[in-house]
């Protein structure tokens, strides 16, 4: 299973530090180039998806799909029935090597497999498949935010591929929320296999963040208004309901947990 990882060529730091990732779990990568969007100021004239009418993606946000999409691109022409997409910010769990070696703990109708987690609550479905060394496969029922560690099967590359063609979406909206990525099996990888140097370290803060909070706050996305108590009141009626529904569907809250880094023998 090919391991693909997002790199610019301007941030070799962030190499160095996938290259000593991988060699700490022992498996080997292939780095892809990414899109720079300081190189490529035009990229915020390309169409997008009307989900993001009332805050348009950044340039850097756009530049980022387009980086995941030469990593589709890789994985569609390959012979490889999956391969695995990270960002250069990931920390692996000790035992992530046992999984990314081979594609046997898979499901056979897995078209999407998240393997990070973003520390932000999620709805999964309660039945559970074991993955193996202490890993359970949950079906992912709610957006699940970050596309720092996924795995895809090679349909569903060149499915995502055709879904952008003409149109840019954020990336992780496009894999892992349910009103876009309808008819795609998504499953969560529990514990995740992976994180975001930001939640665990102090080294590698996101690249994304900076320009994508400046353009929230410019939408007035950032300013908190207190709603009126008819809102408040209708919007816990509204969880309990979702708390109700969940319960009868057999499916669960959870705040998807990191499988220790350090490797416990």
């Not at 410019?218 to 319960?247: C, Q, V, W, Y």
């Amino acid at each position: 299973m090919k391991c693909l990882v997002i790199n610019l060529d301007r941030s070799p730091e962030r190499l160095a530090h996938m290259t000593a990732e991988f060699a700490r779990i022992g498996i080997r990568f292939e780095r892809v180039a990414g899109i720079d969007a300081r190189q490529h100021p035009d990229l915020v004239l390309q169409p997008q998806h009307a989900i993001h009418a009332i805050r348009p993606l950044s340039g850097s946000e756009i530049a980022c799909l387009h980086s995941h999409r030469a990593c589709w691109t890789i994985i569609a022409k390959g012979d490889a029935p999956y391969g695995v997409v990270f960002e250069d910010d990931m920390v692996f769990s000790g035992k992530a090597g046992a999984l990314l070696g081979d594609t046997s703990w898979v499901p056979a109708d897995a078209d999407v497999v998240k393997l990070e987690t973003f520390f932000s609550r999620t709805v999964i479905q309660r039945r559970r498949t074991s993955a193996r060394n202490g890993f359970s496969m949950v079906r992912l029922r709610k957006g699940h935010p970050g596309a720092g560690g996924y795995l895809l099967s090679r349909q569903t590359a060149c499915d995502f591929l055709e879904a952008t063609a003409q149109v840019n979406i954020a990336v992780d909206d496009l894999i892992f929320d349910p009103t876009i990525s309808a008819g795609k099996t998504v499953y969560q990888l529990v514990p995740a296999l992976c994180a975001q140097d930001q939640f665990i370290g102090d080294g590698l803060p996101s690249l994304l963040a900076p320009e994508r909070d400046a353009a929230r706050t410019a939408s007035g996305l950032m300013t908190k208004h207190r709603k009126p108590t008819t809102a408040r009141i209708s919007r816990e009626a509204g969880r309990a309901a979702r708390r109700i529904t969940d319960f009868f569907k057999l499916r669960r809250r959870i705040v998807v947990p990191l499988a220790p880094v350090e490797a416990n023998d």
